[in-house]
């Protein structure tokens, strides 16, 4: 019996020696919150998307800018072919070309060259406040774009933050199941002697063993735990952080006597991102309605043009022995006015378009009120359970301070054969208990901690404690 007791012990210790082997370096390199956000925000690809249409955004008014040039063409032309006219009106089709000249009886089938050049101004200098309009909308759109890139970086905060409070509750949960251990492998070696003394039954060694590998077991799914949030973190700060650890530091004195200080707002603020993205697309809807309206409103316009001809044919219609070479520019003309264009059915176009769009602008301001009730909701939650939460961090420490009190107590009275190993192990789930339940509550006030600085416009001023 004693050597079988002997050969499972060395088992175990060998076991214990593979664990261990396992556990964080307890000189890794610690990574603390403020930097794992910072380095996110800069690398991360989403927020280098945002910026970059935000770039977009703001080359989008210079073009906008642009509409108000006026349009000057310059054209010119040689061609080669008939001319024959009949007299006539007809509208352009785009695919007839224009014949000019005399009016005959019959069909010439002769060749003829000619040329023209064309310079053609259209500037509509008067549009009735549809460029202002234009330029308003594309600076909403750029106000839009620029607080979807400040949404973004909330979310994407908001997101890692989680993320490393969860690595670093993890992180405290592998700490109490690699405490749970040694106590398991020191019942153990308590329970050896004992057994070999003959003062203890053998099954409480088996007993104990099966506790000891169950401690382990817990450890290494504590472990792996650890280490899933770990290579997660990695995705968005793009750092290696596999030597890297979580600030402990978050859970000394000095660091609570200064977040004790830190008193979050108990009202969404004004500028809150998410918000303010709303309110910005809600702008941008209504500036678009704006446009609409006045792009059919009437156009007034300058126009002037000047062009010169030249052509094979004379003037008293006598085609030139060389129609190719005889293109000489013998004419020219120029035109100015001023014209003033509007269509009338565009008052129809004009009223279905606004009506359309104003049930786009109604359902952004009804997403913006919708917004703002899910995150006065939020807060409201988040300091209910802020404020039980420290009330339970009031508690815990007196019941882990009792529950190490009576396993020390249990296990000096196991020694002296006074109690079962039962009472032990009760007394060992207990004070395990009472560690992990502690390091929940650590958890759930960092994370309602953040959560209430977040609503209230202060995830800034948070951030900085973790520096």
Same mark, same amino acid.
């Given at each position: 019996?004693?050597?079988?007791?002997?050969?499972?012990?060395?088992?175990?210790?060998?076991?214990?020696?593979?664990?261990?082997?396992?556990?964080?370096?307890?000189?890794?390199?610690?990574?603390?919150?403020?930097?794992?956000?910072?380095?996110?925000?800069?690398?991360?690809?989403?927020?280098?998307?945002?910026?970059?249409?935000?770039?977009?955004?703001?080359?989008?008014?210079?073009?906008?800018?642009?509409?108000?040039?006026?349009?000057?063409? $310059?054209?010119?032309? /040689?061609?080669?072919?008939?001319?024959?006219?009949?007299?006539?009106?007809?509208?352009?089709?785009?695919?007839?070309?224009?014949?000019?000249?005399?009016?005959?009886?019959?069909?010439?089938?002769?060749?003829?060259?000619?040329?023209?050049?064309?310079?053609?101004?259209?500037?509509?200098?008067?549009?009735?406040?549809?460029?202002?309009?234009?330029?308003?909308?594309?600076?909403?759109?750029?106000?839009?774009?620029?607080?979807?890139?400040?949404?973004?970086?909330?979310?994407?905060?908001?997101?890692?933050?989680?993320?490393?409070?969860?690595?670093?509750?993890?992180?405290?949960?592998?700490?109490?199941?690699?405490? !749970?251990?040694?106590?398991?492998?020191?019942?153990?070696?308590?329970?050896?002697?004992?057994?070999?003394?003959?003062?203890?039954?053998?099954?409480?060694?088996?007993? /104990?063993?099966?506790?000891?590998?169950?401690?382990?077991?817990?450890?290494?799914?504590?472990?792996?735990?650890?280490?899933? +949030?770990?290579?997660?973190?990695?995705?968005?700060?793009?750092?290696?952080?596999?030597?890297?650890?979580?600030?402990?530091?978050?859970?000394?004195?000095?660091?609570?006597?200064?977040?004790?200080?830190?008193?979050?707002?108990?009202?969404?603020?004004?500028?809150?991102?998410?918000?303010? $993205?709303?309110?910005?697309?809600?702008?941008?809807?209504?500036?678009?309605? !704006?446009?609409?309206?006045?792009?059919?409103?009437?156009?007034?316009?300058?126009?002037?043009?000047?062009?010169?001809?030249?052509?094979?044919?004379?003037?008293?219609?006598?085609?030139?022995?060389?129609?190719?070479?005889?293109?000489?520019?013998?004419?020219?003309?120029?035109?100015?006015?001023?014209?003033?264009?509007? !269509?009338?059915?565009?008052?129809?176009?004009?009223?279905?378009?606004?009506?359309?769009?104003?049930?786009?602008?109604?359902?952004?301001?009804?997403?913006?009120?919708?917004?703002?009730?899910?995150?006065?909701?939020?807060?409201?939650?988040?300091?209910?359970?802020? !404020?039980?939460?420290?009330?339970?961090?009031?508690?815990?420490?007196?019941?882990?301070?009792?529950?190490?009190?009576?396993?020390?107590?249990?296990?000096? $009275?196991?020694?002296?054969?006074?109690?079962?190993?039962?009472?032990?192990?009760?007394?060992?789930?207990?004070?395990?208990?009472?560690?992990?339940?502690?390091?929940?509550?650590? +958890?759930?006030?960092?994370?309602?901690?953040?959560?209430?600085?977040?609503?209230?416009?202060?995830?800034?001023?948070?951030?900085?404690?973790?520096?």
């Amino acid at each position: 019996m004693h050597s079988y007791l002997s050969m499972h012990l060395k088992k175990c210790i060998l076991a214990g020696l593979v664990l261990f082997a396992t556990i964080p370096n307890a000189n890794s390199q610690p990574l603390n919150l403020y930097d794992a956000v910072n380095k996110t925000l800069a690398n991360y690809p989403l927020i280098l998307q945002r910026e970059s249409e935000v770039a977009s955004s703001r080359a989008h008014i210079t073009t906008i800018n642009g509409n108000r040039l006026p349009a000057l063409r $310059l054209i010119g032309e /040689a061609t080669a072919g008939t001319s024959n006219s009949l007299p006539g009106s007809y509208f352009p089709l785009g695919v007839i070309p224009s014949t000019s000249g005399s009016i005959r009886a019959t069909n010439n089938g002769s060749l003829s060259s000619g040329t023209i050049a064309i310079s053609y101004l259209d500037w509509q200098f008067y549009t009735f406040g549809y460029y202002n309009a234009q330029q308003k909308e594309a600076k909403a759109q750029l106000a839009a774009s620029k607080a979807g890139l400040e949404s973004d970086k909330y979310l994407l905060s908001q997101s890692v933050i989680t993320l490393y409070l969860d690595w670093l509750k993890k992180y405290q949960l592998m700490k109490v199941e690699m405490q !749970n251990v040694e106590r398991t492998r020191t019942i153990l070696n308590a329970i050896k002697a004992t057994v070999n003394s003959g003062l203890k039954p053998g099954v409480d060694s088996a007993t /104990a063993s099966a506790e000891y590998a169950r401690a382990r077991i817990a450890y290494l799914q504590a472990l792996g735990d650890y280490k899933y +949030d770990q290579a997660y973190l990695h995705s968005y700060t793009g750092t290696d952080t596999t030597g890297m650890a979580p600030d402990t530091s978050i859970f000394t004195g000095a660091f609570l006597d200064k977040i004790k200080l830190f008193e979050p707002a108990d009202s969404v603020a004004g500028t809150h991102p998410l918000l303010d $993205l709303y309110e910005k697309q809600y702008e941008q809807q209504a500036a678009t309605g !704006n446009v609409i309206a006045h792009r059919y409103l009437p156009r007034v316009a300058f126009e002037g043009a000047g062009w010169q001809r030249g052509s094979s044919i004379s003037s008293t219609d006598m085609y030139a022995p060389d129609a190719l070479n005889a293109t000489a520019n013998t004419r020219y003309n120029y035109l100015l006015g001023l014209s003033l264009s509007y !269509n009338l059915f565009d008052i129809k176009h004009r009223h279905d378009e606004l009506k359309e769009n104003s049930y786009r602008t109604d359902a952004a301001a009804h997403a913006l009120q919708n917004q703002q009730l899910e995150l006065n909701r939020l807060l409201q939650q988040a300091g209910i359970g802020y !404020n039980t939460t420290m009330l339970k961090l009031q508690e815990l420490p007196v019941r882990l301070h009792s529950a190490t009190q009576a396993y020390g107590q249990q296990v000096a $009275l196991y020694r002296a054969g006074l109690n079962t190993l039962t009472d032990v192990t009760t007394a060992l789930y207990v004070l395990n208990q009472s560690e992990t339940d502690l390091v929940l509550a650590q +958890d759930d006030m960092l994370q309602l901690l953040y959560l209430r600085a977040g609503l209230s416009g202060q995830l800034d001023t948070f951030l900085q404690n973790f520096k």
